[in-house]
């Protein structure tokens, strides 16, 4: 059969899907959560006294085992599965809908949120009539870490993937990455060939620095937090006052986007670096507060009851 009388067959688009409920930022809903523990605080000093020092101390206990309860869902779906087809077969498909949406990792990562900032007021309460000896100080201190990397990482969770969007290399792999950075490397030395001196002498002063410089971590941090475009920054500083014409100034364009294009997988790289070593960091911490904190209520156990 001739492949002009085969027929094309049109599939009907179905109705567009309605958009999902989101959450704000959750940088905001943290501060938000920080102001009213601040608040709650100042408001609450005759109930601080009437909960006393074991009973805030056990609710900051269950609310810091809920908050690690995230990264259990995180890891570990077989709850939430069965949480769903028993709620599928229980509610109708309105209410089931609520279920899903609150079963979402992004619902829980919210939760996670603001309940490990509420708990700051119970222990808020718990360290004002608690002594401090040795252990609690360095529950203190690991509770302070935890809660600092994780607004850490609140914030670059909500500032990073937008800023990573906005330039031309997307990578999500550090191999990948650096693969085509050395490509790029390849490809800049074969154009230079067969050029003038004074050419080839421009590019060994401009451009092949940049593309064998490894910028400090601290240049591209400052980078991510302020989305600065350093790769735009790079192509206007090159590419200005181009003093060469026809051939060798459309090589120097290309040149010049090949800088362009390793600055930007260089700030790409130090981007998954940054979203993936925040992470291991506060996991870090959490173990050790956990810890920490069993041996706190034991402590308290034993010589409570002795």
């Avoid at 027929?7 to 102001?35: D, E, F």
């Avoid at 914030?155 to 330039?167: E, G, K, N, S, V």
């Avoid at 960091?281 to 034991?298: N, R």
Wanted: net charge positive; with cysteine.
């Amino acid at each position: 059969m001739a492949a002009s009388s085969v027929q094309k067959l049109s599939v009907p688009a179905g109705p567009p899907r309605a958009r999902g409920r989101t959450l704000p930022q959750m940088a905001l809903i943290a501060i938000g959560c920080g102001v009213l523990v601040i608040f709650l605080r100042l408001m609450t000093t005759n109930l601080e006294h009437r909960v006393g020092v074991y009973g805030s101390g056990i609710i900051t206990a269950v609310m810091f085992v809920g908050v690690g309860l995230y990264s259990v869902r995180k890891r570990n779906l077989w709850f939430s599965l069965r949480m769903l087809y028993l709620a599928r077969r229980i509610f109708p498909k309105s209410v089931f809908g609520t279920v899903v949406f609150l079963d979402r990792l992004e619902t829980w990562r919210a939760t996670h949120v603001v309940v490990a900032m509420l708990s700051l007021l119970p222990f808020w309460w718990h360290m004002q009539r608690h002594l401090m000896g040795p252990l609690e100080a360095a529950l203190a201190t690991a509770v302070a870490l935890l809660f600092g990397s994780g607004l850490f990482g609140v914030l670059i969770q909500d500032r990073l993937p937008h800023y990573m969007t906005r330039f031309a290399e997307h990578e999500v792999r550090t191999q990948d990455v650096n693969a085509k950075i050395n490509a790029v490397y390849v490809e800049a030395e074969e154009k230079i060939l067969g050029h003038t001196e004074a050419f080839t002498q421009d590019y060994l002063k401009r451009i092949k620095p940049v593309l064998l410089e490894d910028r400090s971590s601290w240049s591209l941090f400052g980078a991510t937090l302020a989305r600065r475009d350093i790769g735009d920054e790079v192509s206007r500083a090159l590419g200005a006052g181009n003093p060469y014409k026809d051939a060798e100034a459309r090589a120097w364009k290309e040149l010049v986007d090949l800088a362009t294009r390793k600055v930007n997988l260089e700030q790409n790289d130090f981007n998954l670096w940054l979203s993936i070593s925040w992470l291991r960091f506060h996991i870090i911490v959490a173990v050790l507060t956990f810890s920490l904190l069993g041996f706190h209520i034991l402590s308290v156990l034993y010589y409570g009851g002795a």
